[in-house]
C-alpha cells in the first residue's frame, strides 16, 4: 500500500534504477523512483527547523520501507550544508551505495525533462531565488544545455552583489542600492532609502566589497526591481516583492494593456551573459510605479525571449525548459511562451508539479538516474 507522505505519482515513460532523491533547503520534498514511476512526497517545509528536519529522515525512512530494498543510489543537491544534503551522504554510507550530487538548476530543467517525458537534450531556462553553482558562486538567473545527466551553463545573469548576503533577499532595498553602485549612483542610496537602517554607510560597504556576495540572480533582479519603485523595500513573507511588482503591472496592464518593451534596456555580452542593468536604471528614473512594473515585465520577456533565441540558433535546440521560482508570475510565462512560440520554439512548464523547489527532489531523481545508465 502506497505510503500517506506520498503526494503525487509522476510516469516516466521508462524503467530505471530505483533512486531516493532528498531534495533541496526550500519547500523540501523528497522522491523515490521505481520502475517507470517517481513517487514525490508532500512537502515537509523549509529545512530550517528541527521539527523540519526530523519529518524529512521520517518520510525518507517511510519511503525506503516501502521500497523494501535500497535503491541504487541517493541524490541530493549540491549545496554541503544543507541538511537535505548531509542526511543523504550519512544514508549512503549506511546503505552502502552512492551519494549523486545534483546541481540546484540541473535539478530545475531535469524535472521538466521528467514530466514531460524527454530525453534528449534541451534548453534550460532556470529563473530562481539562489542556489550553489558548480562554480561554487550563487546562481539564479541560468541558461543551460541539459541532456540527463549532463549540463552545460551557457549564459546567465550578470550577477549583482547582494550587500549583507542572506540580508539582501529579505530587504529589496539593499538590492537595490546593489543596482544603484554598479550605475555609478551608490551616491544617491542614502537619499532614496533614508529610512532604513545601514543606508548611510552601504554605499562603502558596497564599495568595498564587505559581505557582498554576487549572484546570477533573476529573483534578486525582482526584488531590485521592486525597491527602485518603491514597491517593497523590507519583505515580511517570502516573495513579497516579486508579489507587488507582479500585481502593480497587472493593474496597468488591465487599464491600459502591457506597454512596449523599453528600447536598448538589455544587453546580450559575448561571453552569453545578460545584462539588464540598462532595464533597472531606466525603473530608477519612473515616477508611475504600476506604469514602471509594466514595463519591467514586457522589457524583461523581451530581453529574455532574444537571449534564449541565439542560443537556440547557436545550438540547433528548439525545446526550452522553463523551471524555477520565478515562473510562478504569469505575466512571466505567458510573455515569454507568446515570445518564444513566435520564434518557432517550443516552451516546457511545470504542469504536473509546481515550478519552484518542491520538484527539486524529481530532477535530483531523474539526474541521478541517468547518471547510473550511462
Known amino acids: 500500500m502506497q505510503p500517506q507522505c506520498i503526494e503525487r505519482t509522476i510516469m516516466l515513460g521508462v524503467d530505471g534504477p530505483s533512486v531516493l532523491a532528498t531534495g533541496a533547503w526550500f519547500k523540501n520534498t523528497l522522491c523515490l523512483t521505481r520502475g517507470d514511476a517517481a513517487f514525490v512526497s508532500r512537502s515537509v517545509g523549509d529545512l530550517d527547523s528541527a521539527d523540519a528536519c526530523i519529518e524529512h529522515e521520517s518520510v525518507a525512512r517511510i519511503m525506503l520501507d516501502w521500497q523494501g530494498s535500497p535503491p541504487a543510489a541517493i541524490a541530493h543537491d549540491l549545496h554541503p550544508d544543507f541538511h537535505s544534503t548531509r ?18 538548476h540541473h535539478a530545475h530543467i531535469a524535472a521538466l525533462c521528467a514530466e514531460h517525458d524527454v530525453v534528449g537534450p534541451v534548453l534550460g531556462l532556470a529563473l530562481d531565488g539562489v542556489g550553489l553553482g558548480t562554480d561554487g558562486t550563487a546562481w539564479g538567473g541560468e541558461l543551460l544545455r541539459v541532456e540527463g545527466a549532463a549540463s552545460q551553463r551557457l549564459g546567465y545573469l550578470q550577477p549583482l552583489a547582494l550587500p549583507g548576503g542572506d540580508r539582501a533577499a529579505r530587504e529589496p532595498w539593499r538590492m537595490a542600492a546593489s543596482v544603484l553602485h554598479a550605475l555609478g549612483r551608490g551616491s544617491e542610496i542614502s537619499a532614496r532609502f533614508p529610512a532604513q537602517h545601514g543606508s548611510d554607510t552601504i554605499a562603502v560597504v558596497l ?108 545550438s540547433g535546440l528548439d525545446t526550452i525548459a522553463c523551471g524555477g521560482g520565478c515562473f510562478f508570475n504569469q505575466l512571466l510565462s505567458a510573455g515569454l511562451r507568446q515570445n518564444l512560440g513566435q520564434r518557432g520554439l517550443v516552451m516546457l512548464e511545470a504542469r504536473q508539479q509546481l515550478p519552484g523547489d518542491t520538484a527539486i527532489a524529481l530532477g535530483q531523481a ?7 545508465v550511462t
Open 207 to 314: 564599495e568595498k566589497g564587505l559581505n557582498c556576495p554576487q549572484a546570477s540572480s533573476m529573483g534578486r533582479v525582482f526584488d531590485a526591481a521592486a525597491g527602485l519603485l518603491g514597491l517593497c523595500l523590507v519583505m515580511t513573507f517570502e516573495a513579497e516583492a516579486a508579489i507587488a511588482l507582479e500585481q502593480a503591472a497587472t493593474r496597468h496592464v488591465v487599464s491600459h494593456g502591457m506597454p512596449a518593451p523599453v528600447l536598448d534596456a538589455w544587453r546580450v555580452e559575448p561571453d552569453g551573459q545578460l545584462n539588464l542593468l540598462p532595464l533597472l536604471a531606466a525603473l530608477a528614473a519612473e515616477r508611475d510605479v504600476e506604469l514602471g512594473a509594466a514595463l519591467f515585465h514586457a522589457t524583461l520577456v523581451a530581453a529574455l525571449g532574444e537571449w534564449v533565441g541565439r542560443a537556440a540558433e547557436a
Open 87 to 104: 542526511f543523504a551522504v550519512a544514508l549512503a554510507a549506511e546503505l552502502e551505495i552512492p551519494a549523486i550530487a545534483v546541481q540546484h
Open 366 to 372: 531523474w539526474v541521478a538516474r541517468h547518471f547510473l
